[in-house]
């Protein structure tokens, strides 16, 4: 009864449980605990790491690839990747020109797309296929599978979903579909990338090929999980924090004063790009990033497997082999993390003396916690605010049709709007931009 809206249904029972924790049960071996308590969440992620795996139900839904060596470097925006970072502006700005409407989740979603096939593997997607189309079926496809994904953890009867895998009917048939897409298109580009050469291993793809021991199959999962990573969660993230944006006037207008006094302080033009030192220095960016976050985590749960028998801080017991889930986006909306003022946006929280706040990864977990930190958590940050800082001083946003009720969940492997975000664009006056 509850699928359509199973996030705002598990935060309303976390919130009404004593410790902010339930145990629930479906028919079977369908046993399990969720929580939104930061000290249960200590406890998986850091405290008793080792007694709760991914398991093999999300293994083989979710293979991410976590790369050791890979960190981002103080230059990393100084070579010729950073005149890619503005790019997303020249493509809202035809239609602007026009003032006609567009889907800024879809753009957002290209740009990270195309970002995360030049940086991650020096591939153009515009390249595979011969006829352009094939970056395009791709997306389409890649968004039908993680959708029909996730949506195998809705079933109140787990074994249905075995009974149509093995009937080859209705849902699963659709996921076979897209599956075989996305990896025709992730061997494509491997190809692709093989044909150019390996020799520098300048990308995160040719450092893997180097390697004989990896397979083609491994290869293939290193490719699905990286735009996985760098595509829908960067995208999933700014396209809720320029929704939530847009009902805030009082907000952007204390980024636009951020943004206009490190111009100035740098002897900066509007035709300048941010340097990294510069995406630093925007705090009161960072917060409200960090505000939407908060309220739209990207991956909205994250489930764990009980390796034995255990007790969790707050008492509950949990059983061997039963799944564990802690709850990112309940924890949002809970008043004993946040206070009376949970639901709203508000990045004044995060901010102390004029600097962002950091928050602890257990009251603040969508970069997870523990051995399994988010690696790119930094990168992630430098590339949103980057995007959010090109848009927000170029361009004045009109959200169609979702101000009042709000955008609708839908629920993938990440936090997407159902139906995209429909913006009318205007170019910004000068004039317009706060002075000091």
């Not at 969720?34 to 080792?50: G, R």
């Not at 953890?153 to 897209?178: C, D, H, Q, T, W």
């Not at 995406?279 to 409200?288: I, P, V």
């Not at 995060?350 to 706040?357: F, I, L, Q, S, T």
């Amino acid at each position: 009864m509850n699928r359509h809206r199973f996030l705002d249904w598990t935060t309303e029972i976390l919130t009404n449980c004593a410790t902010n924790t339930a145990v629930f049960r479906r028919p079977g071996k369908g046993q399990g605990v969720i929580t939104a308590n930061p000290s249960n969440v200590e406890h998986m992620l850091k405290t008793n790491f080792e007694n709760y795996p991914k398991g093999e139900r999300f293994i083989a839904l979710r293979r991410l690839s976590r790369p050791r060596n890979l960190q981002l470097r103080r230059g990393a925006l100084e070579g010729p990747e950073k005149n890619r970072q503005p790019r997303v502006q020249h493509q809202v700005a035809s239609a602007s020109e026009t003032a006609r409407v567009l889907d800024l989740q879809d753009i957002l979603e290209r740009f990270a797309f195309d970002n995360v096939c030049k940086l991650a593997f020096d591939v153009d997607p515009g390249c595979l296929g011969g006829d352009g189309t094939a970056g395009a079926d791709f997306m389409r496809a890649f968004e039908n599978a993680a959708t029909l994904s996730s949506g195998r953890f809705m079933y109140a009867i787990p074994i249905l979903v075995k009974i149509k895998r093995f009937l080859n009917v209705g849902s699963e048939r659709k996921l076979k579909e897209a599956i075989r897409t996305v990896h025709e298109f992730a061997d494509e580009m491997i190809r692709c990338r093989r044909e150019q050469g390996t020799e520098k291993e300048d990308d995160l793809l040719s450092r893997f090929m180097a390697k004989e021991e990896n397979s083609p199959e491994f290869l293939r999962d290193i490719v699905i999980s990286f735009i996985l990573a760098g595509r829908d969660t960067t995208s999933s993230a700014l396209s809720w924090f320029f929704w939530l944006l847009s009902s805030k006037p009082e907000a952007e207008r204390n980024i636009l004063k951020e943004l206009e006094n490190i111009r100035v302080r740098n002897g900066k033009n509007m035709s300048d790009a941010f340097t990294f030192d510069e995406l630093r220095d925007m705090h009161y960016l960072h917060a409200a990033i960090s505000e939407a976050l908060r309220l739209y985590p990207p991956v909205p749960v994250d489930s764990k497997a009980c390796l034995k028998d255990d007790i969790m801080p707050d008492g509950t017991f949990v059983g061997k082999g039963w799944l564990v889930t802690y709850h990112t986006y309940a924890m949002g909306r809970m008043e004993s993390i946040w206070g009376k003022n949970c639901r709203e946006f508000l990045p004044e929280r995060w901010m102390e003396n004029g600097v962002c706040r950091q928050e602890s990864p257990f009251r603040f977990p969508v970069f997870h916690g523990g051995p399994r930190f988010c690696l790119g958590k930094d990168m992630a940050y430098i590339q949103m605010k980057s995007i959010a800082a090109s848009v927000i001083e170029r361009f004045e946003m009109e959200v169609v049709g979702k101000k009042e009720k709000g955008p609708q969940h839908l629920l993938s492997l990440t936090l997407r709007i159902s139906g995209g975000l429909p913006v009318k664009l205007r170019k910004r006056s000068v004039d317009a931009t706060p002075t000091n």
